[in-house]
């Protein structure tokens, strides 16, 4: 289950561009609705909230997670819950401004984490190291 720190913060990167495009697109298809009743309002809905409720509801993967094969789960190896989950997403526009600090911060952090993975106590994994991840966790102690 070892992995490069350098090959997991490519990916992560790559699943962030794809999910702003996802909310861009969103958004671009939004704003062209005229039967919007809050105009605008759906907008900031979808930038604040498109991050959290697709890893709450999609148990850990947002459509860039999704291609580049990265989950978050919590400590225990399940999905995030609710509050982590926004945390997170809160915590993205924070994160994500902040660019080379942010990436700086990632690569001290032992477990390589940027500032809302370790606020929201969550952790992005490899997707196909989480069923072993699982296995180790639930396994028996002998």
């Known amino acids: 289950m070892e992995v490069s720190r350098t090959s997991l913060l490519m990916k992560r990167i790559g699943a962030y561009i794809i ?26 809905f979808v930038y604040l909230f498109l991050y959290p409720l697709c890893e709450w509801l999609f148990k850990g993967r947002t459509p860039g997670k999704y ?49 809302g993975d370790m606020l929201s106590r969550t952790y992005v994994i490899p997707s196909k190291d989480l069923a072993q991840l699982r296995a180790t966790v639930q396994a028996p102690s002998l």
């Open 67 to 115: 291609v580049f094969g990265l989950t978050v789960i919590n400590g225990a190896g399940g999905p995030p819950t609710l509050v982590q989950a926004l945390i997170r997403g809160f915590m993205r526009h924070i994160d994500v401004p902040l660019g080379i600090i942010t990436i700086f911060i990632y690569t001290q952090s032992a477990r390589c984490q940027r500032i």
């Open 19 to 44: 999910d702003y495009g996802t909310i861009v697109l969103l958004g671009l298809w939004l704003a062209n609705q005229e039967t919007l009743l809050f105009a605008g309002l759906e907008l900031v």
